[in-house]
């Protein structure tokens, strides 16, 4: 007689093919825009709007969940080994491991809907990208001294107390305007339209000051999250770019752009010097690395006196290089007081709380290995379309505008 199939095992059965269909369908990029530009904005503010209400992030308690789950999983096999003649222990192991087969399918199938397929799109969703890649030195220093003004502009409008504090907004208020922002641009980047949850706090802060990340958000539960020690400006910043993740836009140069874009067009100065500072050593990076290329190149073509060049002094060697590239757009002085405010902000948070992981150097050593494997898989991931994969869309979107 044919044994039936039991109840969970279909539903095993219909999860992996469900996953392996939505899989197959990242193939396809015009359906993955497609996907993120008409479905997962309902799915995204649907979910939202309920763990949204919770005062913690209910992401990062799964997470927690899970990873007893997995080590409960390394103790109960380990268990086995000893008592493995138990019937009952054995019938426990088997429901345990059924229950933990379940979840892992369960967590694969709801990934794809609500992070893989929007990731796999076109950047922007804008699909294949026939724009230009390459830009001269004066259509980028162009750019860099829009983002200059922007700042200098922002700075003049911000005040700083007689003892060299800044009174930054309270976080109800920046919520407000960043989300205001972040809908104003959906004019042009549809996704972003919407509900957006208020950022909430990652219990795990300490470790991911230590992993250098400020921020992520929890694909399963719709949660945006930021580190606790946060500068208030730079956490203005990282909110925004948290959003456009939130609303699909997964790659960090998606983000990074879009975050820029939206506070750079805001009415709020602490909004704007957030959005143009990190605009500003973006595109200096790449202004740094032309001039430098144009340099080399000079040098190889005989049209600078490399003997000379390489006598020359390091003030000698910059004036030339004025003269030769021009200036370089530079920030005002009133910016670095505000940021040196910001930043004793956050040192002051950091030291109000116990850090026992400085007592820990194998563990805090372990936290930072672990974080240099991730960045380097998510570099090589992203490819082109990491953070520093902003200069590029900024070039692209200002063309025509600015130059």
């Known amino acids: 007689m044919k044994k039936k199939v039991s109840a969970y095992w279909k539903a095993i059965i219909i999860?992996?093919?469900?996953?392996?269909?939505?899989?197959?369908?990242?193939?396809?990029?015009?359906?993955?825009?497609?996907?993120?530009?008409?479905?997962?904005?309902?799915?995204?503010?649907?979910?939202?709007?309920?763990?949204?209400?919770?005062?913690?992030?209910?992401?990062?308690?799964?997470?927690?969940?899970?990873?007893?789950?997995?080590?409960?999983?390394?103790?109960?096999?380990?268990?086995?080994?000893?008592?493995?003649?138990?019937?009952?222990y054995r019938k426990f192991c088997a429901s345990y491991f059924k229950t933990f087969l379940m979840l892992m399918v369960c967590l694969v199938f709801v990934y794809m809907p609500s992070w893989f397929i929007p990731f796999r799109g076109s950047v922007l969703g804008k699909g294949e990208n026939t724009q230009r890649t390459e830009f001269s030195l004066d259509e980028i220093r162009t750019l860099l001294q829009y983002a200059a003004d922007g700042v200098n502009k922002a700075a003049e409008e911000i005040d700083i107390n007689a003892d060299g504090t800044v009174t930054?907004?309270?976080?109800?208020?920046?919520?407000?305007?960043?989300?205001?922002?972040?809908n104003e641009l959906s004019s042009e980047?549809?996704?972003?339209?919407?509900?957006?949850?208020?950022?909430?706090?990652?219990?795990?802060?300490?470790?991911l000051d230590r992993m250098y990340i400020g921020g992520y958000n929890y694909p399963f539960t719709m949660e945006p999250t930021h580190s606790k020690y946060l500068a208030p400006d730079w956490e203005i910043l990282l909110d925004a770019h948290e959003y456009a993740h939130h609303k699909g836009y997964y790659k960090e140069n998606e983000a990074n752009f879009l975050s820029q874009l939206a506070l750079s067009r805001s009415e709020d100065p602490f909004l704007r010097i957030g959005a143009f500072s990190d605009m500003y050593y973006y595109l200096l990076d790449s202004y740094t690395i032309t001039t430098d290329k144009?340099?080399?190149?000079?040098?190889?073509?005989?049209?600078?006196?490399?003997?000379?060049?390489?006598?020359?002094?390091?003030?000698?060697?910059?004036?030339?290089?004025?003269?030769?590239?021009?200036?370089?757009?530079?920030?005002?002085?009133?910016?670095?007081?505000?940021?040196?405010?910001?930043?004793?902000?956050?040192?002051e948070i950091y030291e109000a709380d116990s850090h026992p992981i400085d007592n820990m150097p194998a563990v805090n050593e372990a936290i930072e290995e672990t974080a240099d494997v991730g960045w380097k898989t998510q570099g090589n991931i992203l490819k082109e379309n990491t953070y520093d994969g902003v200069t590029l869309l900024l070039l692209q979107y200002f063309e025509g505008k600015l130059y």
């Open 168 to 182: 930054f907004p309270p976080k109800s208020e920046t919520y407000k305007k960043t989300v205001d922002a972040m």
């Open 294 to 347: 144009l340099w080399g190149e000079m040098l190889e073509s005989g049209k600078l006196d490399a003997e000379k060049v390489n006598k020359m002094k390091a003030k000698e060697r910059w004036k030339l290089s004025i003269e030769i590239f021009g200036e370089t757009p530079e920030l005002c002085d009133k910016y670095f007081q505000i940021t040196e405010a910001a930043s004793a902000i956050e040192k």
């Open 15 to 88: 999860l992996v093919t469900l996953t392996v269909i939505l899989g197959l369908s990242t193939f396809s990029t015009e359906f993955c825009d497609w996907y993120a530009d008409n479905v997962y904005g309902i799915i995204c503010d649907a979910v939202s709007h309920v763990t949204g209400l919770l005062p913690f992030a209910l992401g990062e308690i799964l997470m927690y969940i899970g990873i007893l789950f997995v080590i409960f999983s390394v103790v109960f096999l380990i268990f086995l080994i000893f008592l493995h003649k138990k019937k009952g």
């Open 189 to 207: 980047y549809s996704r972003l339209k919407g509900y957006y949850p208020p950022v909430k706090t990652a219990l795990c802060s300490d470790i």
